[in-house]
C-alpha cells in the first residue's frame, strides 16, 4: 500500500493511453489453465493483482514469460499443484478464479475460502453451488474449499444473483466439461465478453456470451491461443472524472467508449463535455474557465450495462462539486462507502445512509489526511484532492493507483509518493523494475533471471540506486512499477517454512485487503 501527497486545485490538460482491463486480464491469466498448450495475453495491465496472479500461476506449476511489459505467455503444461493458498487469496480474491479451469482440465482445486474485504462479505456460494451442480464434490476444511470431479458434467445453472467471477468460473469449468453448460442470469458485462472470446479461440464453443444466457458446450481439450485483453472501461471513466473535476481537458485514447455508456451518458447529463474523436479516443472538457458548477443527478449502480459499482464512488467525488442535491445508491455491495466519510473529511457535504449517500454540492474541498479503503475508493480520494485546495495526504492507497499516479503526473499536477526513495524516482516515458524483487532473481534462479532481463533490455539500461539493481526501459510510457518482494510460493519447503511461520508469511506478501 502507498501513501500519495498530492497538491490540488490545478486543471488537468493533455492525453492519457489506457491500459487493458484488469478485470479482464485477471480470468484470462487463470483460463491459461486450461491447456498445456501457450496462451499469449497482450494489453495485460501492470497492476499488483496481476503481478499476484502470474504468482499465482507459477505457483501452480506454470511457466510465465513477459517477453514485453504487457505481454504474457503462459503455459500450464507443467502444472504439478492444484492449491491456490491463503497467502494469494487474501491478497487478490481473485484467486478465486483459478477453481473452475483447475476442476474443469485436473479434476481437482483447493483454493482457500476469500472471506469479506473492505466493500462487502463476498461469499462465492454460487460459484461453490454452480460446480456442485456440475458434479464436483466440494468441502470446506480448515477454511479451504476442497473441490474434486472425475470429470464435470454438463448443467443447468441459475444464478440466483448476477455474478461477475461466477460466470467466469463456470464458462471456464464448463469448457472442458462432459455435455452443455447452460448458465442463466448470466453476467454481461465486456469482460465476460473478452473471456469467451479468448475461450473460443482456444478452441471452446460458447453461445450467448454479452447476454443472461450463455450456453457452453464441453470439449476435449483446448489449445493455445493469442488474445489482447479489452481497455479498462473503469480506468476510462475514473479518467472522464478526472478531467471533469478539475476543470480540466484531457484526450482519452485506446479506450472503448461503447463499454461505458451509461457512465458517458450520466457524466453528460450532469454538464462534463464528452466528445468522441474516434473508434478508441474521447476528448473530455471540464466545466474549464466559467467554473460553471455541474448539475447534481442521482445515480443507482446496477449490474451492466447499467451503471457500475466501481464507478460509484469516483462519481461521488464528482457530486460535491454539483450544484444541487443527489442521492447515489449501491445495489451490488452491501458496505462501499466507506470513501464518504472520509471526502467529508475534505468537506464534503453528505448524509451516509445503509445503501445510499445523500450529497449535497457544491462543497469547496480542502486538502486533509485521508485512508483509502478499496481501489476505487482510493481512486475517489485521489479524485477529490486534485479538486481540493492545499495538500491532501492519502494514506493506503490500493495497487492501481501506481498506474494513475504516474499517468496524472503526466499531466502535471502534483502527486508525490512518500512511500520511500525507491519509488520517489521518476523516469519519464520510462518503465523501473526492481529486480531484486523479480522471483526468479531473487530464488538465484539465474536462467530464469537471465531470461528477465533478456525479455525487458530492448531499449532498457541496468542501473544501480540505494543497493538495488534497477532496470530502466523506455518501451512504455510514464510508469513507475515496484513488484512485490515476495519470491515465488512455487517451493514446497518454502510454504512449509511460511506456514509455520506467519510472522515471515506477512513480511513477504504484500498487505493490502484483497478486494478485487
Ligand atoms: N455474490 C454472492 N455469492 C457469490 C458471488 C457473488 O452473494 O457466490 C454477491 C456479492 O456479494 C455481490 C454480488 O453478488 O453482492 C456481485 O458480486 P460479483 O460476484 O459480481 O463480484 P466479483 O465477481 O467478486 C467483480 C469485480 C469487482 C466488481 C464486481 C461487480 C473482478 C476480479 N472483480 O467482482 O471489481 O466490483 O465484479 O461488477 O472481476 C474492482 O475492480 O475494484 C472490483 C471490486
Redesign the pocket.
Known amino acids: 500500500m502507498d501513501k500519495f501527497r498530492i497538491i490540488g486545485g490545478k486543471k488537468l490538460k493533455g492525453g492519457v493511453a489506457i491500459s487493458g482491463a484488469?478485470?479482464?486480464a485477471?480470468?484470462c491469466l487463470a483460463a491459461a489453465l486450461l491447456t498445456p498448450e501457450t496462451v499469449t495475453l497482450r494489453n495485460v495491465p501492470y497492476v499488483r493483482?496481476l503481478i499476484t496472479m502470474r504468482r499465482l500461476l507459477e505457483d501452480l506449476g506454470c511457466t510465465v514469460l513477459v517477453p514485453e511489459l504487457r505481454t504474457h505467455q503462459i503455459n500450464a503444461g507443467t502444472v504439478e499443484d492444484y492449491e491456490a493458498p491463503y497467502e494469494l487469496v487474501k491478497t487478490?480474491?481473485?484467486s478465486?478464479?483459478a477453481l473452475g479451469p483447475l476442476l474443469g482440465r485436473f479434476g481437482q482445486a483447493s483454493v482457500s475460502l476469500p472471506g469479506g474485504?473492505a466493500?462487502?462479505?463476498?461469499?462465492?456460494?454460487?460459484?461453490?453451488?454452480a460446480l456442485e451442480k456440475m458434479g464436483a464434490k466440494i468441502e470446506l476444511r480448515g477454511g479451504v474449499v476442497e473441490a474434486g470431479a472425475s470429470r464435470l458434467r454438463g448443467a443447468d445453472i441459475e444464478?440466483?444473483?448476477?455474478?461477475?467471477?461466477?460466470?467466469?468460473n463456470v464458462m471456464m469449468a464448463a469448457a472442458l466439461a462432459d455435455g452443455v453448460t447452460r448458465i442463466s442470469n448470466a453476467?454481461c458485462?465486456p469482460?465476460i465478453v473478452d473471456l469467451a472470446e479468448l475461450l473460443t479461440k482456444m478452441g471452446a464453443k460458447i453461445e450467448g456470451a454479452s447476454t443472461p444466457t450463455i450456453t457452453v458446450t464441453g470439449v476435449e481439450r483446448l489449445g493455445g491461443a493469442d488474445h489482447t485483453i479489452i481497455p479498462d472501461r473503469?480506468e476510462t471513466g475514473t479518467f472522464i472524472v478526472a478531467a471533469a473535476i478539475t476543470g480540466g481537458e484531457v484526450e482519452i485514447t485506446n479506450c472503448e467508449p461503447g463499454h461505458l455508456q451509461s457512465v458517458i451518458e450520466k457524466l453528460r447529463e450532469v454538464g462534463v463535455k464528452i466528445e468522441q474523436t474516434g473508434r478508441d479516443k474521447l476528448r473530455v472538457a471540464g466545466n474549464g474557465e466559467s467554473r460553471a458548477p455541474y448539475k447534481a443527478a442521482d445515480v443507482t449502480t446496477a449490474?451492466?450495462p447499467g451503471f457500475?459499482?466501481?464507478m460509484q464512488a469516483q462519481y461521488m467525488a464528482l457530486m460535491t462539486q454539483a450544484e444541487g442535491d443527489s442521492v447515489i445508491t449501491e445495489t451490488?455491495?452491501?458496505n462501499?462507502f466507506m470513501h464518504a466519510a472520509e471526502l467529508m473529511r475534505l468537506g464534503a457535504q453528505m448524509r451516509i445512509n445503509s445503501r445510499s449517500v445523500d450529497v449535497h454540492g457544491p462543497s469547496p474541498l480542502t486538502g486533509a489526511q485521508l485512508i483509502a479503503s478499496?481501489?476505487?475508493a482510493s481512486a475517489s480520494l485521489v479524485l477529490a484532492g486534485l479538486a481540493a485546495e492545499g495538500e491532501t495526504l492519502i494514506d493506503r492507497v490500493?495497487s492501481?493507483i501506481e498506474d494513475r499516479r504516474s499517468k496524472i503526473e503526466d499531466r502535471r499536477s502534483k502527486i508525490e509518493d512518500r512511500v520511500g526513495a525507491r519509488k520517489a524516482i521518476l523516469y519519464p516515458r520510462s518503465s523501473i523494475f526492481d529486480l531484486r524483487s523479480q522471483p526468479a532473481f531473487s530464488s538465484g534462479n539465474t536462467t530464469r533471471w537471465l531470461t528477465t532481463i533478456s525479455a525487458v533490455t530492448t531499449n532498457s539500461f541496468i542501473f544501480f540506486w540505494l543497493g538495488r539493481v534497477y532496470i530502466a526501459s523506455s518501451i512504455n510510457s510514464s510508469r513507475i512499477i515496484r513488484r512485490p518482494r515476495a519470491p515465488t510460493l512455487r517451493s514446497q519447503a518454502w510454504r512449509a517454512t511460511a506456514r509455520k511461520a506467519s510472522s515471515v508469511k506477512r513480511n513477504l506478501m504484500p498487505s493490502h485487503s484483497n478486494?478485487?
Not at 466493500?119 to 453451488?129: A, K, N, S, T, V
Not at 444464478?159 to 467466469?168: A, D, K, Q, S
Open positions: 484488469k478485470n479482464s485477471l480470468p493483482d487478490m480474491r481473485a478465486v478464479l474485504c466493500i462487502g462479505q463476498r461469499p462465492i456460494d454460487l460459484h461453490l453451488m444464478f440466483e444473483t448476477v455474478t461477475v467471477t461466477g460466470t467466469e453476467a458485462e469482460e473503469i449490474v451492466y457500475p459499482t466501481d451490488i455491495f452491501e462501499r478499496d481501489l476505487r490500493r492501481k478486494c478485487f
